[in-house]
């Protein structure tokens, strides 16, 4: 079965990206392998913030040569035919990547954000977290995991499986299995 894998960038204090939505305080650092990382999935998966700073990046947005099937986007403000190279979810969203993890394929990418984290963690959707800790402290922004009823008593625990650290940049990363069930 496919793996929901919730990859973002973080500053050291849990935040992913600033108040206004920007991200110009994640660092850059070349020794990462991003075509690699890419080729571990055919599914990504994002709202519609995280959509809008991927695809700001032109020539350089990992999702442009993607099919349309393969790159999801939640939303309830975007129409479908004003984005006709990749699939919009306005409703049932939890069904559908249910749907997808359940079938033959590579792991899925949930790229983010927050809002659709904690909804994906409580239904028991999110496998894994591989954090990009960056050295930056932001003090306030956009959680990576969106504040819930619910959430605290999902009812899960988290097993760390990798830990690297990129000497060039103090770029941690942290990867967590997720454990559900107390």
Excluded: C
Aim: without cysteine; negative net charge; hydrophobic residues 40%.
């Amino acid at each position: 079965m496919r793996r929901v894998r919730y990859n973002a960038a973080i500053s050291l204090d849990g935040f992913i990206a600033s108040p206004d939505g920007s991200t110009d305080w994640i660092v850059e650092d070349t020794s990462i392998d991003f075509d690699a990382l890419y080729a571990q999935f055919d599914i990504y998966i994002m709202g519609r913030k995280t959509y809008e700073v991927v695809t700001s990046h032109g020539d350089f947005n990992p999702l442009g040569s993607k099919a349309k099937e393969n790159v999801i986007v939640v939303s309830r403000e975007m129409k479908q035919e004003e984005y006709p190279n990749i699939t919009i979810l306005q409703n049932g969203f939890i069904d559908t990547i249910r749907r997808l993890k359940s079938q033959d394929g590579k792991d899925i990418w949930f790229m983010g954000g927050g809002q659709l984290a904690a909804p994906l963690l409580e239904a028991g959707l999110i496998d894994t977290f591989e954090m990009a800790i960056m050295p930056a402290v932001l003090g306030k922004g956009i959680k990576m995991i969106a504040e819930s009823d619910k959430t605290d008593k999902a009812g899960y625990s988290l097993d760390l499986t990798g830990l690297e650290k990129l000497d060039k940049s103090g770029i941690v990363i942290l990867k967590y299995a997720v454990r559900y069930g107390k």
